[in-house]
């Protein structure tokens, strides 16, 4: 079943939906869902209901909420600054293998797909990357977003590969977060003043 034109978003929404992949609508040139919606947890695989949305509503974009069939590394990028310097560095180290699927977001950032892992989303305050799981969605290509003011983004998700008939492997999201935020080495010598040694007080009170 689709009752689309091939390159429109319903068209698309149809094709992940006979993939497996959950999806529902976002609102036309946003990454919002629809007010009164449920947002990802309306995310379905049926058809019936995915035409009825994309009939009424032919522009809406296409949201797939993560932990599903997938989890994803979303590189972001910014007027201030991007993730791709870390993204880098965490690749090689080996902790970026395995994405079965990669897009291009609205600013110029990328989305890797890797299999679901059973892990929470994750935000890296201000290193512009995150990794999104359970409890979360991504914007799939082709829908339409205008990039930020002050970015020379294309404004729209497009696909740059997409290899889904591979196993890939999972992302570690521990491993991916002590990289990012390494602990912190603390010092265990002891520093207690020598007249807080216990006993010492006492001998100064004989003497």
Not at 19 to 30: E, K
Not at 41 to 49: F, G, H, Q, S
Not at 108 to 136: C, H, M, V
């Amino acid at each position: 079943m689709n009752e689309f034109s091939k390159g429109t978003l319903g068209h698309a929404a149809v094709t992940y939906a006979k993939a497996g992949w959950p999806v529902f609508p976002l609102q036309p040139g946003t990454k919002d869902p629809f007010r009164g919606s449920h947002g990802f947890k309306d995310a379905t695989t049926d058809l019936d209901r995915i035409v009825r949305w994309w009939v009424q509503q032919p522009t809406a974009n296409i949201g797939t909420p993560t932990g599903v069939v997938y989890d994803v590394l979303d590189i972001d990028c910014r007027a201030t600054g991007d993730g791709f310097g870390l993204a880098d560095r965490l690749a090689a180290a080996g902790l970026l293998r395995g994405a079965v699927a990669r897009s291009q977001t609205r600013n110029g950032g990328e989305q890797w797909f890797y299999p679901k892992a059973d892990q929470q989303t994750r935000s890296f305050k201000g290193r512009f990357l995150d990794i999104k799981a359970n409890g979360g969605y991504v914007v799939v290509p082709p829908s339409l977003v205008p990039a930020d003011e002050g970015v020379d983004g294309p404004g729209r998700y497009s696909w740059l590969e997409f290899d889904i008939a591979s196993q890939g492997q999972e992302l570690d999201g521990g491993r991916i977060a002590a990289f990012v935020n390494p602990p912190r080495h603390t010092d265990s010598t002891d520093k207690t003043p020598r007249a807080r040694v216990a006993g010492s007080i006492q001998r100064l009170a004989d003497w």
